[in-house]
């Protein structure tokens, strides 16, 4: 049945934001991704979010899907379609609707009155009276409440039903007494909405091609996958949400990728430490001794191996750590993302200490920036930390293919051989030869006599001699600047995207805010607003980031974080006033949305004093 038919509704094709409100722990996840699937299969670019509480079972959680053809793929802001199936989270569900969406709930209980909203259509299915019908097991009717409800939304948004029993086929492929239950379900909330609804609703899909060759793939996968490719053969960690899948996927393609093919040997090692302080140094300890290690965290562990990077920072060996972010301080919301990590990673450890950090947005550049840490980290001689976050890690995002080049070489750096030192080529494992910071190394054992076989955290001079003297750790700092510098000639580069009119006005953004931002920023020319935008992919900032904040007189830096951290790293980096920067923010969990940044740069343009629909609003238009 349809409540208050004549409401006016929202009428779209292929472009609408639909929320599925559930009970954690009910199976709801894998029909929800059914349906994100099905329209990604019809061609139409998708964007789904989980928001799912850090308990095991029992409170709200939510899946929120993009649908845009035009290919935006960030949070747009409200819920033009919600589905709720959960009492406990209906007021704040139907409250978030846009005036003329859709509410869908199970009217098996009648909807409490207090609840209707005059501006929104109301939708009832009899989701668990079907169930109650169907099944006699308990957890079966639970299961396939889910399923029952991605049936109806096929009929009420006109999906490609057989889209979907493809999919069902794909996802119990092995298990094929599966198969036709599912489907089953499906069936039964497609009749019913299409005997007892007119459908479809104004808001519904076609068939598109807007997703050509991209794939639907999730960071941390890729951050794994990645890992592989760049010649990783160690991974020592300690799970912790949301960074636990990264060498979850990793161990899933060493068994297929690093096994000897004549022994059956396994070529790899992972292992699982008694706490994040003991995975970093075995990851540091693995890496002095010549192998590709990493491991992968979230902000409480930074908290505990800032020590040890500071002595990977100091005695300069490799180190690929990855931080999948979440909200903090202390455990925060250990489920919702955030930005939250970059001051606290840039310069972990006590003293002066400046780490690399790399700043991927899409699950491609997770498997990219992951193989290339590893070289950069042998490159350098330095920690190298990948940050993401739990919106890039753990949800699946719509992503260019993943692409590897097989003539590709690992670049160990300045390695010294053990027929160069038998030759007699001066070593001094801190000996700037090249002028660029950046010293020559050994690995232990190279040489029986020479070459470095230990390290140390303390101070030392150039031939790594314990030392205290002043001069000698001054020189030993200032090179580690040198290094510094020389740096940014190695670390991916900004991208810029110019506005199509000249302007003084610029936004500068990274990782995954990527997709509202360029929304916004459309959404902002539309209104003869333009501004130059920068996605900044690496720390330290090289050059172009600095000219390009030289170029505007103000520019937006966009963050998902409360203390402004970007912003305070490139005003500490460049020397730069609150004149010039200019905060938008998001800390809230959630990912940033288009709408949020839009509204956010709005109020910070002096001669933009009102939105549009106010202004024709108070004209009584």
Not at 304 to 319: C, D, K, N
Not at 538 to 565: C, G, K, M, S, T
Request: one cysteine or more.
């Amino acid at each position: 049945m349809m409540m208050k038919s004549s409401v006016k509704r929202i009428e779209s094709v292929n472009d609408f934001v639909i929320k599925f409100a559930n009970v954690n722990g009910t199976g709801s996840a894998s029909a929800n991704n059914l349906f994100a699937k099905a329209l990604f299969r019809m061609g139409l670019p998708v964007s789904p979010k989980n928001i799912f509480p850090s308990n095991i079972q029992g409170l709200p959680t939510w899946y929120e899907v993009r649908v845009s053809e035009k290919g935006y793929l960030g949070r747009r802001g409200g819920v033009d379609i919600a589905l709720s199936v959960n009492p406990q989270s209906m007021a704040d569900d139907i409250r978030e609707v846009e005036p003329g969406g859709y509410f869908i709930y199970d009217n098996t209980k009648p909807l409490d009155l207090r609840l209707v909203r005059n501006d929104v259509n109301i939708i009832g299915l009899p989701l668990t009276t079907i169930c109650n019908e169907q099944y006699k097991d308990p957890r079966q009717r639970q299961l396939f409440k889910n399923v029952i409800y991605v049936g109806a939304l096929a009929a009420l948004l006109d999906i490609d039903f057989k889209v979907l029993t493809d999919l069902v086929a794909d996802q119990f492929k092995g298990k094929e007494k599966l198969i036709l239950p599912n489907i089953h379900a499906l069936e039964l909330g497609h009749q019913y909405v299409k005997a007892n609804i007119d459908c479809p609703l104004g808001i519904r899909v076609r068939t598109a091609d807007a997703v050509g060759d991209k794939i639907l793939l999730d960071g941390n996968t890729a951050l794994g996958l990645g890992a592989i490719y760049g010649g990783a053969t160690v991974a020592a960690w300690y799970p912790i949400t949301p960074s636990t899948s990264v060498v979850d996927a990793f161990e899933k393609y060493a068994k297929r990728l690093r096994i000897d093919a004549g022994t059956g040997q396994r070529n790899y090692a992972i292992v699982q430490a008694e706490d994040e302080l003991a995975a970093i140094g075995m990851v540091i300890g693995a890496s002095w001794n010549g192998a590709r290690a990493f491991t992968a965290t979230s902000g409480p562990g930074i908290s505990l191996m800032s020590e040890f990077l500071g002595l990977a920072y100091f005695a300069e060996i490799p180190t690929v750590l990855v931080d999948v972010q979440r909200t903090g301080p202390s455990t925060g919301m250990p489920t919702r993302t955030q930005q939250g990590d970059i001051l606290s990673c840039a310069y972990a450890s006590h003293g002066d200490t400046k780490h690399v950090l790399l700043f991927p947005s899409t699950p491609k550049e997770c498997f990219d920036f992951g193989a290339l840490a590893f070289d950069l980290a042998e490159r350098l001689q330095t920690p190298i930390i990948l940050m993401t976050d739990l919106d890039l890690g753990m949800n699946d995002n719509m992503s260019e293919p993943l692409e590897w080049d097989d003539s590709r070489k690992y670049d160990r750096g300045k390695v010294v051989t053990a027929e160069q030192l038998e030759e007699g080529i001066e070593f001094g494992r801190y000996l700037d030869v090249d002028g660029d910071g950046i010293c020559y190394r050994t690995y232990p054992g190279t040489h029986p006599t020479r070459g470095a076989f230990f390290t140390r955290g303390t101070s030392r001079d150039e031939y790594a001699v314990y030392t205290e003297k002043g001069e000698a750790y001054e020189y030993n700092m200032l090179r580690l600047i040198r290094k510094w510098d020389s740096m940014k000639d190695h670390v991916p580069r900004p991208e810029v995207l110019r506005a199509r009119q000249k302007t003084d006005i610029a936004v500068l953004y990274f990782g995954t805010s990527e997709q509202a931002s360029v929304e916004a920023l459309d959404s902002l020319a539309e209104e003869g607003i333009h501004l130059d935008a920068m996605r900044v992919r690496a720390f330290p900032f090289n050059d172009e980031v600095e000219q390009f904040l030289h170029a505007h007189e103000r520019v937006f830096v966009i963050e998902q974080n409360r203390d402004a951290q970007l912003r305070t790293l490139l005003m500490a980096e460049f020397e730069l006033g609150p004149d010039k920067l200019k905060s938008v923010l998001c800390f809230d969990g959630t990912p940033i949305s288009a709408r949020n940044i839009r509204k956010q740069i709005r109020m910070q343009l002096p001669d933009i004093e009102e939105e549009p629909q106010e202004a024709a609003r108070a004209a009584g238009e």
